[in-house]
């Protein structure tokens, strides 16, 4: 079965609320937009009003490297939670995350390169096949 519908509309909207929801909780800021590309095994992520107020402000009174800095530290703080949610929700794993913010426009891009997790049998359904006692 070919996995060409893996990132379905469910998949998204959760997907998207589970990220909106890491950034209202973690940066008490909310996410203008979340756009989605999928290429195979690479997710593309572009997400709008990502840059918080106070970054904003540093920005506009010439303080840009203090706002890099800033915004490096929230960078470092949200990244593993989004691969950690794209894993979740899509079920797959990532093998490789790239993200960087433009404080400028207010964007952030993310790529995701993901593998898919095999499907295993549980493993409480091997062990009851085992004899007590053997190795």
């Known amino acids: ?61 010439s303080q840009k490297d203090l706002a890099r800095q800033v915004r490096d530290v929230l960078d470092r703080l949200v990244q593993p939670q989004i691969r950690t949610l794209i894993e979740e929700v899509m079920n797959v794993e990532v093998v490789d995350f790239l993200s960087d913010t433009a404080i400028e426009s207010g964007r952030t891009g993310a790529i995701a390169i993901f593998e898919f997790r095999p499907n295993l049998p549980p493993q409480t359904d091997r062990q009851s096949t085992s004899a007590p006692g053997s190795a």
């Open 1 to 61: 079965m070919r996995r060409a519908n893996l990132l379905s509309e469910s998949i998204t909207s959760h997907l998207s609320t589970r990220i909106r929801e890491l950034y209202e909780h973690e940066l008490d800021h909310q996410v203008s937009a979340i756009n989605y590309h999928l290429f195979d095994q690479t997710l593309i992520l572009i997400l709008e009003g990502t840059v918080t107020p106070p970054e904003q402000l540093l920005t506009r009174i």
